[in-house]
């Protein structure tokens, strides 16, 4: 018995129930992936970039204990105003947040949770968690990862940050049957540049063909998610010197500090946000809003497909 528990916005039910377009949209980028106030203003934009495309937004969060899928605004607000404050809830956290009433913020892997209870297929994010460079050490592997490997829904992302081991990023992937797509290109995104040197499993070249792959593994009875690598467009792409000792720096920090858990993310964004300057943060809405403007045209394929 879900349906207790989960609140989903009436306009998004609606467009469900009549095989509408819907992208999930997560919390976490929100509140623990840029500074107050671009984080909301960016929400905004992202979920105005879904309707663009003819698609229904739901951004997912977990809301006075209820799993809420599609904010209002005010919340939004509230969520983007608590900052790295607001608690961060991945797979582990979701019961106990709920049977506390209490608020938070949902990471890739819980929103993947939520949109899937709610029936939605298709989630549009900035970048994924991945392994972490040194995990060999540390084992800090998110449950992203996890996540994709049992969670019928299709994460279009810009890849993920070189804050993560992306060789081994995709190596867990692989293990797990997670296929990774390039949405136009043969190689894998790495967030702020459009090459990280990988190739991706698959190249796909139009909405239609990713929606026909999604719907041929689902209807299949292949569990599980996809990823679908969208890279940054050109004119908003970084150096990648730049952004490379930005993150070397982040790094070591995190490192002397003693940073670990679910507090190592969050601590490495924002680092690399401010040695970098507004830049990256420029780059990273860009991304995001070229995520969700595929993601909804993927949905719109999708339903008719
Ligand atoms: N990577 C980004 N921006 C983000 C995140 C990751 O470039 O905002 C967030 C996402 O919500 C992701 C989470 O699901 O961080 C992963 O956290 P962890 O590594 O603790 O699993
Ligand atoms: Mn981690």
Not at 68 to 90: D, P, Y
Request: proline letters at 4%.
């Amino acid at each position: 018995m879900l349906k207790p528990y989960l609140d989903t916005h009436p306009e998004v039910a609606e467009a469900l129930t009549d095989n509408r377009p819907v992208v999930a949209l997560e919390s976490t980028i929100i509140a623990h992936g840029m500074p107050y106030p671009r984080n909301v203003e960016t929400a905004l934009r992202v979920e105005e970039a879904v309707r663009s495309q003819g698609a229904i937004p739901a951004t997912i969060a977990i809301i006075e204990g209820r799993l809420t899928v599609g904010l209002e605004r005010e919340q939004i607000e509230a969520l983007g105003r608590e900052g790295r404050e607001a608690a961060k809830v991945s797979r582990r956290d979701i019961p106990f947040i709920v049977a506390a009433g209490g608020t938070g913020a949902t990471t890739v892997a819980a929103t993947m949770i939520l949109a899937a209870m709610a029936g939605i297929r298709i989630f549009a994010t900035g970048g994924i968690g991945g392994v972490h460079r040194g995990a060999t050490q540390t084992f800090d592997i998110s449950a992203d990862l996890q996540e994709l490997a049992q969670t019928d829904v299709a994460v279009v992302c810009a890849g993920a940050k070189s804050i993560l081991d992306l060789g081994l990023t995709l190596e867990y992937l692989e293990t797990q049957g997670v296929p990774v797509v390039g949405y136009r290109t043969d190689s894998l995104p790495a967030f702020y540049t459009r090459d990280s040197g990988f190739a991706v499993d698959y190249r796909l070249d139009s909405p239609e063909t990713v929606a026909q792959a999604l719907r041929t593994k689902w209807d299949l009875g292949l569990r599980g998610g996809v990823v679908i690598a969208n890279p940054i467009s050109e004119p908003y792409a970084m150096a990648t010197e730049a952004i490379d000792a930005a993150i070397e720096q982040a790094l070591q920090e995190a490192d002397a500090q003693g940073i670990h858990g679910k507090a190592t993310t969050p601590f490495l964004l924002a680092r690399v946000a401010e040695l970098t300057g507004g830049d990256s943060l420029e780059s990273n809405i860009q991304l995001v809003l070229n995520n969700a403007r595929l993601a909804a045209q993927i949905a719109k394929a999708f339903v008719q497909c």
